[in-house]
């Protein structure tokens, strides 16, 4: 094996072993995008950028090996971001006022960009950023998880319309919860037999919301709810 192909499969390793790390962080949390799917981005971005590193290797005997080796080889690396892009977005879903998967997009990012960094050889870079991912993914959520935060829910009531609760009871039900009404609508369904309140919330503690659910839960004129937060 030549010096060339030896450090080609070095960078193909040291990649796939970067993105199988981040990969791992992301299946062990439960993410739609997780072990394999980092490796492999991870190993594409390599192979694609020592694609256009080592033009000399596989262009050599070609009549136009001189102008295809003078091309620039950051469009690749652009090329390979874009894409992964599409890729990012798929993983990305609403539900209510929740955004989720946008780390996991941002990993799959972060992961294709290690990629790019191996295919080129620079390797004390991409490992340190390697290992600054992974303290961004693990550590930095354990701190997260123990800063003081407002929290949102998207909370809705639905009553049978012979037994709506006023507005002024449902709102001093949701101050008694700990939370607070951002804002409230209304709506009647079932062609008028239902009344519902739409409302976003705000509390400090998700024990709040957990509370009110129980409390709803037990409620002997409440048909139907719904509260979905924003964590």
């Known amino acids: 094996m030549s010096d060339v192909s030896l450090a080609i499969v070095l960078n193909l390793g040291a990649a796939w072993l970067a993105g199988s790390l981040i990969g791992l962080e992301r299946s062990y949390h439960g993410r739609p995008a997780g072990f394999r799917t980092h490796a492999l981005v991870c190993g594409a971005s390599a192979m694609l950028m020592l694609v256009s590193v080592h033009q000399g290797e596989w262009m050599a005997g ?11 080889p950051t469009r690749m690396a652009q090329g390979i971001m874009t894409g992964i ?12 006022l929740t955004v989720r998967g946008l780390t996991t ?3 799959i990012w972060v992961t294709s960009a290690l990629g790019i960094l191996f295919g080129i050889g620079f390797f004390y870079l991409a490992v340190v950023a390697t290992i600054a991912t992974l303290v961004t993914l693990s550590t930095f959520r354990w701190v997260e998880n123990r800063l003081p935060s407002k929290l949102f829910a998207d909370h809705m009531l639905c009553y049978a ?6 507005e002024a009871k449902v709102r001093k039900m949701i101050t008694e919860h700990g939370c607070t ?8 369904g079932e062609r008028g037999t239902l009344y519902r309140y739409h409302m976003v919330l705000q509390t400090n503690h998700q024990q709040n919301l957990a509370r009110l659910a129980a409390y709803l839960r037990d409620s002997n004129t409440i048909q139907e709810y719904r509260l979905v937060s924003s964590t």
């Open 161 to 166: 319309i012979e037994a709506v609760d006023d």
């Open 85 to 96: 892009g599409f890729l990012g977005a798929g993983v990305i879903f609403k539900e209510g």
């Open 62 to 72: 070609s009549s136009l090996a001189e102008t295809a080796i003078r091309t620039d």
């Open 181 to 188: 009404i951002k804002s409230m609508s209304y709506s009647l």
């Open 105 to 107: 997009a941002a990993s």
